[in-house]
């Protein structure tokens, strides 16, 4: 069983920057990736962007291209999302999440595990 644990949430202006974090326990990890999605009040849950466990490579949402970075720990069993230039629509509660198997890593409903998320609000 996976467990992961969001941290780095928090109330920040607009422009301002924030960091979050993902640590995966629960034996011997070996999923196939990782990702971030956030879920607006009244809206659905969203892809954020997500990287491969090994190579690590990294995807994004094409509207969050150029200020967020997703970057992997593998000795650390940890994923951060740096969140640059945040605006007030970025305000969402951020959920990390474990893909097990090859396959879409945009959907949601591929994915196995998730965290309970940790909310970033973005004051105008």
């Known amino acids: 069983q996976v467990q992961l644990v969001e941290s780095g949430g928090g109330l920040v202006q607009a422009g301002d920057s924030l960091r979050l974090s993902c640590a995966a326990s629960?034996?011997?990890?070996?999923?196939?990736?990782m990702g971030w999605f956030r879920q607006a009040p009244g809206k659905e849950r969203e892809f954020v962007a997500a990287?491969?466990?090994?190579?690590?490579?990294?995807y994004y949402a094409d509207s969050l291209k150029g200020r967020f970075t997703i970057s992997r720990n593998n000795a650390k069993n940890t994923v951060d999302l740096q969140m640059n230039s945040l605006e007030p629509e970025d305000t969402a509660v951020y959920y990390c999440?474990?893909?097990?198997?090859?396959?879409?890593?945009?959907?949601?409903?591929?994915?196995?595990?998730w965290g309970q998320g940790t909310q970033v609000t973005v004051s105008s």
């Open positions: 999440a474990v893909k097990l198997l090859v396959g879409s890593i945009y959907r949601r409903y591929d994915y196995d595990y």
């Open positions: 990287i491969r466990w090994n190579g690590g490579l990294s």
């Open positions: 629960g034996g011997t990890f070996s999923g196939y990736a």
